[in-house]
């Protein structure tokens, strides 16, 4: 399985922090922010990762992570000259992918959860991984039926769905790269990854999984500070 980190786009909800530098490099306590994404794709083997930078920062990831030497693992990085859709890291990453699996994280989630076991064992379709939150307007949503099988995936619902929020970690069998092609852009424009969930899920392929612990989307000032505080907690007391 490869691994790709989507770290691109402006950062613009976290202005002024980001007119400097990217939004996924700034620090959440001791570490940049990165390194948690690219801990939960080390923990489950995954040793070929692509990076997904925007132009402007490009230089700036490759003098804090390298070749990826340091950490066990080979990095390759691409440039996302115009972010259009999570969903477009299909494309742009196609041929880094070649005919493996995949497992695609966003370079802002934080995850306390352990997922090495579920990419080690990951064998074909698609699973993603929903948090209950207070504030599902912000995410994809899923809504489950009585069994907890999903039934409907939908972005940034209008309506109440379900308190479920689908997170940021996202594995996919090879076919994903097939599907991203199908895509078409959503009423904003872009290439949405809920699109893909529901391509799996139309073939009842897709598998959603409750994330347990803590979970920080943390492309928001209070979301930021929020992981900063969880993290600073969990290893200081």
């Known amino acids: 399985m490869k691994g790709i980190i989507l770290s691109g786009g402006k950062g613009t909800r976290l202005h002024p ?25 080390l923990a489950g083997g995954i040793k070929e990762i692509l990076i997904i930078v925007a132009p402007d920062r490009a230089g700036d990831y490759l003098n804090l992570l390298g070749s990826g030497k340091d950490f066990g693992a080979r990095f ?17 990453g196609e041929g880094f992918v070649g005919n493996d699996s995949v497992a695609m994280i966003l370079g802002d989630n934080i995850f306390e959860d352990d ?25 994809g949503v899923v809504k489950f ?9 939908v972005e940034k619902p209008t309506e109440y769905l379900s308190d479920y929020a689908i997170t940021g970690l996202y594995i996919y069998d090879n076919k994903v ?27 009842n392929e897709l598998k959603v999984s409750i994330v347990n612990g803590a979970w920080f989307d943390a492309g928001t000032p209070d979301s930021l500070f929020k992981a900063n505080q969880f993290v600073y907690n969990k290893k200081t007391l």
């Open 17 to 41: 922090l980001t007119k400097i530098t990217s939004k996924q490099l700034l620090p959440v306590y001791d570490k940049p922010m990165i390194f948690y994404p690219l801990e939960t794709l």
């Open 115 to 139: 997922f090495g076991d579920v990419i080690r064992n990951f064998k074909s379709g698609g699973h993603v991984f929903a948090k209950k939150v207070a504030d599902p307007e912000r995410f």
């Open 177 to 203: 790269l097939q599907a991203a092609k199908e895509l078409k852009p959503s009423a904003r424009g872009e290439l949405e990854i809920v699109d893909l969930h529901n391509w799996y899920l139309d073939r």
């Open 145 to 153: 039926n009585d069994q907890m099988q999903a039934e409907k995936i």
């Open 76 to 92: 390759t990085y691409e440039v996302q000259d115009k972010p259009e859709g999570l969903a477009q890291a299909f494309h742009i």
